[in-house]
């Protein structure tokens, strides 16, 4: 493992170059004295790794890091690190960090304005305008209702702080349970149960790991009111897809809305395009103004700390996955 300065940073994003190009340019203007290199395909990674000693990277691949031999910073750009880890391969001096923290006040506002838009059902809305159809229906309220947070971290918080303004009372879970501003009841993940069968609507903002994948199943789908809709803001593999679509389509779940799944982007196959009440997202739910450079400054943050052995911002406990 080399030490010292690192001059030269990678950025690997496994969709697109013209995302990764958006974030190299506030990385070199906060640090214009380092050369930022851009790779895209799987290829350039594969070909350059053993030069690799700072990298910032969105869907990594599997399988190649035995050959990172002077990889010191895996910075990941978004909170959750499950495309990466487990990785038995990667060299265990390689520190890891995530961007939780960045998406509080994006996510929060998604979260809340998809509660609203199933209350008040704005898909039956939009399909009825394509229609050119005038049929009046009612409409629910958020107020006096129950949100279940699973995952009650600094996203899920935010989400509370809002949800509480517009008068909802708020329950969720926690893997360590401590008092959060706007949250009623904090549960371990062993009392699930109990949440979602009090809820109206549920958001989901837990990682992605062993534990948690597949999480939501047909069995903890049927512990929701028929009455319920169901936000998932997390990981797809936390939510069984198919039973999902067959609730909805069987009137057993009252509407969801998806920003992320299984496979992405989401195949034209899946039955959750045609599934009833439901709004399908491609994966924005923490993206705003300022993103970039807010993900710069952790970055920027960290390569300092890397250099001087300190511990780093939002650094990942590899045996937890988060």
Do not use: C
């Not at 990466?84 to 520190?95: F, Q």
């Amino acid at each position: 493992m080399s030490t010292g300065r690192i001059a030269r940073i990678h950025i690997f994003h496994g969709i697109s170059r013209e995302l990764s190009e958006a974030l190299a340019r506030p990385l070199r203007a906060r640090l214009p004295d380092r050369e930022v290199l851009v790779w895209t395909h799987e290829d350039e990674l594969r070909a350059g790794i053993g030069e690799i000693e700072a990298l910032l990277a969105f869907r990594p691949p599997r399988g190649i890091w035995a050959g990172a031999a002077r990889l010191r910073l895996f910075q990941m750009m978004g909170a959750g690190v499950d495309a990466l880890l487990p990785a038995p391969d990667l060299p265990a001096a390689v520190r890891i960090a995530n961007a939780r923290g960045i998406h509080g006040p994006h996510m929060s506002e998604f979260a809340l304005a998809m509660v609203l838009a199933l209350a008040k059902r704005v898909p039956r809305a939009l399909e009825q305008s394509r229609d050119r159809l005038w049929k009046p229906y009612g409409v629910d309220t958020i107020a006096g209702r129950t949100l279940a947070i699973l995952g009650l971290g600094s996203i899920g918080a935010a989400v509370a702080e809002l949800a509480s303004r517009l008068g909802m009372h708020v329950v969720g879970t926690q893997r360590e349970p401590k008092p959060i501003p706007h949250v009623a009841e904090i549960v371990r993940p062993e009392s699930t149960e109990q949440v979602l069968r009090e809820a109206d609507f549920v958001v989901v903002l837990l990682p992605l790991t062993p534990e948690t994948r597949g999480a939501l199943g047909a069995r903890e789908l049927a512990w929701l009111k028929p009455t319920a809709y169901l936000i998932n803001l997390a990981r797809g593999g936390i939510v069984d897809e198919d039973a999902l679509a067959d609730a909805l389509r069987s009137g057993r779940l009252a509407g969801a809305a998806l920003d992320v799944f299984a496979e992405e982007p989401l195949p034209a196959s899946s039955p959750l395009w045609s599934a009833p009440n439901t709004i399908l997202t491609p994966h924005v739910a923490g993206l705003g103004p300022g993103y970039m450079e807010r993900l710069t400054e952790i970055f920027a943050e960290n390569l300092d700390r890397i250099e001087n052995d300190l511990p780093l911002r939002n650094e990942v406990d590899r045996a937890r996955g988060y």
